[in-house]
Nanobody, 121 residues
Framework: QVKLVESGGGLVQPGGSLRLSCAASGTVFSIGAMGWYRQAPGTERELVATISSGGISNYADSVKGRFTNTRDDAKNTVYLKMNSLKAEDTAVYYC???????????????WGQGTQVAVSS
């Protein structure tokens, strides 16, 4: 069984920084793309950033230049460093990863439970 566990959310003032972490545990054979999504109240879940297995990152226009997405494959972990946070970044942030538990099985999507980020003075 594979599980994604996020950490690092919290309350921060506008202009502040936070770093989110997401670790995959369980029977992990390989991990493909990993990424972060967010959902604010009354809105649909939206893509924030993704990072390929080769380390190539893509970002939503709203976070470009402020957020940095990295991964540590030795730890099966993806990180999201968020700088210059704004009130509109307030949302529940979800980790997503394509994980295969065996060389015989195709990868499937897994989601974390979500971590709350609140930006307010």
């Amino acid at each position: 069984q594979v599980k994604l566990v996020e950490s690092g959310g919290g309350l921060v003032q506008p202009g502040g920084s936070l770093r989110l972490s997401c670790a995959a545990s369980g029977t992990v054979f390989s991990i493909g793309a990993m990424g972060w999504y967010r959902q604010a109240p009354g809105t649909e879940r939206e893509l924030v950033a993704t990072i390929s297995s080769g380390g190539i990152s893509n970002y939503a226009d709203s976070v470009k230049g402020r957020f940095t997405n990295t991964r540590d494959d030795a730890k099966n972990t993806v990180y999201l460093k968020m700088n210059s946070l704004k009130a509109e970044d307030t949302a529940v942030y979800y980790c997503n990863a394509e994980i295969s538990s065996s060389s015989y099985w195709s990868p499937r999507d897994y989601w974390g439970q979500g971590t709350q980020v609140a930006v307010s003075s």
